[in-house]
């Protein structure tokens, strides 16, 4: 069984639950859950090592893959593959929950070094974009 999940807050006051890291899982995935607020969005960009799967638990996201849109709520899942450009946004009426799975693993450090310890805390924007960089991040236009 994994230790307590750690939690960070992201930029965009995004809660952030670290369940599963790659030493948990041999390296094969991180397992995160996350509570992005209504409003909340993340604009285009790629994971260059990384495939993500993102599974809605609670509210009403809009994500767009390779220049699709598609609108998933409870129960649904989407799936990106490595070096796709996607973005996000919560598009619902309030916070919203989302189980994210990165594949392989890794993603889960650019979460702990780029997030604050509590909603308190102001995140460092630059430094959350050079770990982001660092973490196979690139964003696009």
Do not use: K, Y
């Amino acid at each position: 069984m994994a230790a307590e999940p750690e939690v960070v807050w992201m930029p965009g006051g995004v809660r952030t639950e670290i369940r599963l890291t790659g030493a948990d899982t041999g390296g094969a995935f991180c397992l995160l859950l996350d509570e992005p607020p209504a409003g909340w969005s993340l604009p285009a960009h790629v994971h260059t090592e990384a495939a993500e799967t993102i599974h809605v638990l609670e509210g009403e996201f809009e994500t767009v893959v390779a220049g699709t849109a598609e609108r998933t709520g409870p129960g649904q899942t989407i799936h990106i593959p490595a070096g796709v450009v996607h973005s996000g946004a919560n598009v619902g009426a309030g916070q919203g929950r989302r189980l994210l799975i990165f594949s392989p693993a890794g993603m889960e450090e650019f979460f702990g070094e780029a997030g604050a310890p509590s909603p308190e805390a102001e995140v460092d924007l630059a430094a959350a974009l050079q770990s982001a960089l660092c973490h196979g991040w690139r964003f696009v236009d």
